[in-house]
């Protein structure tokens, strides 16, 4: 027992810090240690507790309608209003599709209106749910368009999608003109509010000047709060709110055609921890406006520095004017991000590199919480050096060679071949090697297996990746990424001999 949890130990410390401030995506950390014990203790109670029928859990139903309701007071819901807790951001987008696909079963072919900078999830809505995703460019200040958006609408749209901010430039959409526009047509309005839902309401509280996004607007249909971002809960919680029941309804999913329990889901999910839940409720509770009010003026403060320090580095410049906690850091010629972005991580800071896309050039993200603000020095600090050591190593270049191959190669048909010739072709990986492999694996590097071919070791330096993708369209992007995972993901059977 104690050597799985020393492994355990060990397997984590090779993972990015979830506590500390320097890790600028993924994770949001409110710097408070004895909150997250006691998240963790909840998560831990709740473990085992099954979501699946409130009957049988009934404290389940109770925190989800004290964190629902929670929420809608901060996004000013009407009393209509309803919710559902789901697994993530994702699952809260994907159910905002389905329930508005649903809603209209007179439509046969249903389209969704996006903007382009909408979250990758709508995305993913439209492919696994069969809907059309009509992708509307946006202004050049990276906010939607009202009227490309307004003009994208026709008869088979069930929903258009706004961001309240969005995740990669960091501002929020001109909501009420958009949400104006889809009650004309009777088409229904999602906010996706994932990752400023629970830290936007707080920045008016604070003085700073917002534009209006929340269910005050007419026309707005539905929310997505991450619980799991800016409400600094552990992972696996989001909030999807509702107008009215009558919107909500058709998420709902209910199956008495078998012989076992009739199945009743409101979310994906079925069979459910009560855990993540758990953890969000009691972070909830405990932290309380108050508490949000002042993680929310520490998110501010540290953002504003942060451009102010970047604004005043040379080299760097903030792409868009953040209206939120997202900080969006573009280079000058002199050097490129992904290098700065490899610099900073030698730094122990972890900066998320986003590529080239549709207008937005490559940069690179920061979501900034509240415990980075008490580093902040640091992380100007850091930067300037890293910027240093950047423009000393000059601008990343992919060799043209590389650059041929990759766009000879067709995304919809990426081989496994295609896929080692690229590693081979731009020096990732040395040759296949037909020796035994089995004994030398870094396991977060190299997955054993008989379908191994090349050895795939993820460089140090991520640069000359990133380089590559960047130059890849976003199709090639997708196939050479899933093709990565896939080679990632093979199973680790170390006393087996087949
Ligand atoms: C994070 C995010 C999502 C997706 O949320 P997950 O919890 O990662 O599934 C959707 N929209 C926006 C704007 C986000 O920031």
Redesign the pocket.
Known sequence: MTDVRTRLEQLRAGDLPVHGGRTLAYVYDAGLPELDALARDAVAAYAGANGLDPTAFPSLLTMENELVGFACDLVDAPASTVGTVTS??????MLAVQAARDGRPDVARPNVVLPTTG?A?FRKAAHYFGVELRSVPVRDDFRADPAAMAAAIDEDTVLVVV?A???AHGVVDPVAEIAAAAAAHGVRCHV?????GWVLPYAGRLGRAVPPWTFAVDGVTSI?V?T??YAYAPKGT?LLLHRTPELRRPQFFSSADWPGYTMLNSTMQSTKSGGPLAGAWTVVQSLGDEGYLDLARQAFEATDAIVAGVAALDGLEVLAAPDSTLVTVVTDETCDPFTVADEMKLRGWYLQPQLAYAGSPANLHLTVSAATLAHLDELLASLREAVAAAVAAGPVAVDPGVVAFIEALDPAALSDDDFDGLLVASGLVGAPDEGDRSDHHDPHLAPPGPASRVELALPERMAEVNAMLDVASPAMREALLVAFLDRLSRPSRPGSTA
Not at 88 to 93: D, P, Q
Not at 192 to 196: F, L
């Open positions: 993530g951001g994702t699952e809260s987008c979250h999830a961001s901010p969005s995740y996706d509010a994932c990752i400023g997505s991450d799991h971002k989001s």
